[in-house]
C-alpha cells in the first residue's frame, strides 16, 4: 500500500474510531447515575483482555501474551487510563463543554511534540493553522463559559496532556508488535492500573444493565482497535487533529438519545471543523504525492 493511500486509511480509522467513542460515551452518559467511572473504564479494558487472549495465544504463542518494551506500554495504558480518567474528574468541578475545550488542546501538543519525540516531518504554517481553525470550531460548538472552578480546569488540561501522550506512544509502538497485540498490551497495562481501584470504586451491576454494558464494550473494542490501526497506518500529528470529528459524533449521538437539537452556531462549528478537517488531510496527501 502506497504512503497516500495508507495515510488516507489512518485518518479514516482515526474518524470512524473516535466517532464510535462518542456513541460508546453516550451509553455511559446514560447510566453514568448508576455506573462509576472506573467500572465503565475496566469494562472497556478487561472486555478487550478477555476476547483477545486466546486468539494471540493460539496464533502468536504464548511469549506474544508478554509486551515488549514493557515500561513504554505500561506507560502507554497509564496514558489512556489517565487521560480519561482526569476528564470523568474535571467534569465535577467545571462544565462538559468547558472540560472538552481544554481537553481539544491535545493535537496541538501533539503536532509540537511529534517531530522531536516521533522524527516525524513537522507541520507547517497552513496546517498548524487548520488545527488552530478546528479548535475555534470546537469552542463555537461548545460555547464554554469559563466560569467552573479553577481545579477544574487543571485536571481537564492534565486529561489533554496524558490523551496527547497516548497518541505519541500509540505512534512511537505502532510498529513493534501486529495490530491484535498492541490493542491487547495496551488493554492489560491499564487493567493493571484499573483493578486496585476498582476494589474501592465499583459499582453494583443488575440484569437490566447488562444489554448497554455489552454494547459499550463491543463499541470500545471496535474504537480501541480503530484508533491503534490508525497510528499504524499514518503520523500523530496529521491523524491527531481528527480528533475534532469526534465533537461531530458527539452532537449526533446527543441528539438521537437526548434529543438535544443542533442551533445554528453548532452548524457553524461543525463546517468549520470539516472544513479544517479536509484541508489537512488534503494538504498531506498532496505533500505525499510531491515526495
Excluded at 68 to 77: A, K, S
Amino acid at each position: 500500500m502506497s504512503t497516500r493511500n495508507k495515510t488516507s486509511l489512518g485518518i479514516f480509522l482515526f474518524v470512524g474510531a473516535v466517532s464510535i467513542n462518542s456513541v460508546k460515551d453516550g451509553i455511559s452518559k446514560l447510566l453514568s447515575a448508576e455506573i462509576t467511572p472506573i467500572t465503565f473504564l475496566s469494562i472497556q479494558y478487561l472486555f478487550l483482555v478477555f476476547i483477545l487472549s486466546t486468539p494471540i495465544y493460539i496464533y502468536f504463542g504464548k511469549s506474544a501474551l508478554i509486551p515488549p518494551r514493557f515500561w513504554l506500554q505500561l506507560l502507554r495504558g497509564a496514558s489512556a487510563c489517565l487521560g480519561v480518567g482526569f476528564y470523568y474528574w474535571s467534569v465535577y468541578f467545571i462544565h462538559i463543554a468547558d472540560a472538552i475545550a481544554v481537553v481539544f488542546v491535545s493535537p496541538l501538543i501533539v503536532a509540537a511534540l511529534s517531530p522531536w519525540l516521533l522524527r516525524e516531518r513537522p507541520l507547517g504554517p497552513r496546517r498548524i493553522l487548520a488545527i488552530l481553525l478546528g479548535f475555534i470550531g470546537v469552542i463555537i460548538i461548545v460555547q464554554p463559559s469559563f466560569t467552573g472552578e479553577t481545579p477544574g480546569y487543571l485536571i481537564a488540561l492534565g486529561s489533554g496532556f496524558f490523551i496527547s501522550f497516548f497518541y505519541l506512544l500509540n505512534r512511537k509502538l505502532s510498529q513493534e508488535s501486529p495490530l491484535i497485540c498492541s490493542v491487547f498490551y495496551t488493554s492489560i497495562c491499564a487493567s493493571f492500573f484499573l483493578l486496585p481501584l476498582l476494589y474501592f470504586y465499583s459499582s453494583p451491576i443488575n440484569k437490566g444493565q447488562l444489554p448497554l454494558l455489552f454494547s459499550f464494550a463491543i463499541l470500545s473494542a471496535i474504537g480501541q482497535i480503530g484508533m491503534i490501526a490508525a497510528f499504524k497506518l499514518a503520523a500523530a500529528n496529521i491523524i491527531s487533529p481528527f480528533i475534532y470529528a469526534q465533537i461531530i459524533a458527539a452532537t449526533g449521538v446527543g441528539y438521537y438519545l437526548f434529543g438535544a437539537i443542533p442551533n445554528r452556531v453548532t452548524w457553524f462549528g461543525i463546517l468549520i471543523i470539516v472544513g479544517a478537517g479536509l484541508y489537512i488531510a488534503h494538504r498531506e496527501i498532496k505533500l505525499e504525492q510531491n515526495n
